[in-house]
Nanobody, 116 residues
């Protein structure tokens, strides 16, 4: 069993910053890729940022230059640093990881609200 615990969401004014974190736990855990998705009300869940075990990253065009994904393999944790936040970034943010032995897992989601 793999468990994910997300933290760091909240309410912030436009132009502000937030950092999300997602820590994975479980026995003999070995994680391949990790990612952040988001889902705004009435919209489909979309990929925000992705990072491989080796640290290669890619981003949705809408967040390039503003968001940074990183990971600490020793802590099985992925982070999302979000700067210059916009009201359209408002969504529930979910972390996702691909674990070698047990496949894909989702976090519980954390709300990010950006006020104008």
């Amino acid at each position: 069993q793999v468990q994910l615990v997300e933290s760091g969401g909240g309410l912030v004014q436009a132009g502000g910053s937030l950092t999300l974190s997602c820590a994975a736990s479980g026995s003999n855990i070995r994680i391949n890729a990790m990612a952040w998705y988001r889902q705004a009300p009435g919209k489909q869940r979309e990929l925000v940022a992705h990072i491989t075990r080796g640290g290669s990253t890619n981003y949705a065009d809408s967040v390039k230059g503003r968001f940074t994904i990183s990971r600490d393999n020793s802590k099985n944790t992925v982070y999302l640093q979000m700067n210059s936040l916009k009201p359209e970034d408002t969504a529930v943010y979910y972390c996702f990881l691909d674990e070698v032995w047990r496949g894909g897992h989702w976090g519980q989601g954390t709300q990010v609200t950006v006020s104008s």
